[in-house]
T-cell receptor
Framework: AQTVTQSQPEMSVQEAETVTLSCTYD???????LFWYKQPPSRQMILVIRQEAYKQQNATENRFSVNFQKAAKSFSLKISDSQLGDAAMYFCAYRRGYTGGFKTIFGAGTRLFVKA | KAGVTQTPRYLIKTRGQQVTLSCSPI?????VSWYQQTPGQGLQFLFE???????NKGNFPGRFSGRQFSNSRSEMNVSTLELGDSALYLC?????????????FGAGTRLSVL
């Protein structure tokens, strides 16, 4: 069975600094997709960034980038120039397709605090 | 365009009762997934519907069921409620239901079982 592990329950970063959130996963599949989601205190989850496992190039979305190490099954999220609005729960997620559908498995989450 | 709407936002029930939660996806979206979020277990996949058909199901007992209507709106039902069913239930919709499709989440329904 696939699993997703986020070993940092909480992280803290100073405004304008850089922080890296860790995620490891376990799978025997070669074709899958990885995501980072953000859940602010208002609870609505939004997609931050996604990565296709077959792509070696790390995904980047503005201040958010990932370090995808397929062999090590590691998928960390780097937030540069942290802003107060980045404070939230961050979930790492693994998704694979099945015939006619898909299933997403989430990590336990990392709560990020941003200090002014 | 309106986002994913979940109703009600809050529910209080007692053990043994049943409950129905509703999810209206973004207009045009055909895939709806349901998740249970608890502090101890995190987010767990319940099931996914596409064009009124359940395509995938998570590891939950048969007390958890769902359905999707022809307009893509979805409901999930939990029968014989247990204290452990207290959770935030999230619904997410996507346009095509493809594995790489972006899922848009609703704000959730907070269920408390007393």
């Amino acid at each position: 069975a696939q699993t997703v592990t986020q070993s940092q329950p909480e992280m803290s970063v100073q405004e304008a600094e850089t922080v890296t959130l860790s995620c490891t996963y376990d799978t025997s599949e070669s074709d899958y997709y990885l995501f980072w989601y953000k859940q602010p205190p208002s609870r609505q989850m939004i997609l931050v960034i996604r990565q296709e496992a077959y792509k070696q190039q790390n995904a980047t979305e503005n201040r958010f980038s990932v370090n995808f190490q397929k062999a090590a099954k590691s998928f960390s999220l780097k937030i540069s120039d942290s802003q107060l609005g980045d404070a939230a729960m961050y979930f790492c997620a693994y998704r694979r397709g099945y015939t006619g559908g898909f299933k997403t498995i989430f990590g336990a989450g990392t709560r990020l605090f941003v200090k002014a | 365009k309106a986002g994913v709407t979940q109703t009600p936002r809050y529910l209080i029930k007692t053990r043994g009762q049943q409950v129905t939660l509703s999810c209206s996806p973004i207009s045009g979206h055909r895939s709806v997934s349901w998740y249970q979020q608890t502090p101890g277990q995190g987010l767990q996949f319940l099931f996914e519907y596409f064009s009124e058909t359940q395509r995938n199901k998570g590891n939950f007992p048969g007390r958890f069921s769902g359905r999707q209507f022809s307009n893509s709106r979805s409901e999930m039902n939990v029968s014989t409620l247990e204290l452990g069913d207290s959770a935030l239930y999230l619904c997410a919709s996507s346009l095509t239901g493809d594995v790489l499709d972006i899922q848009y989440f609703g704000a959730g329904t907070r269920l408390s079982v007393l």
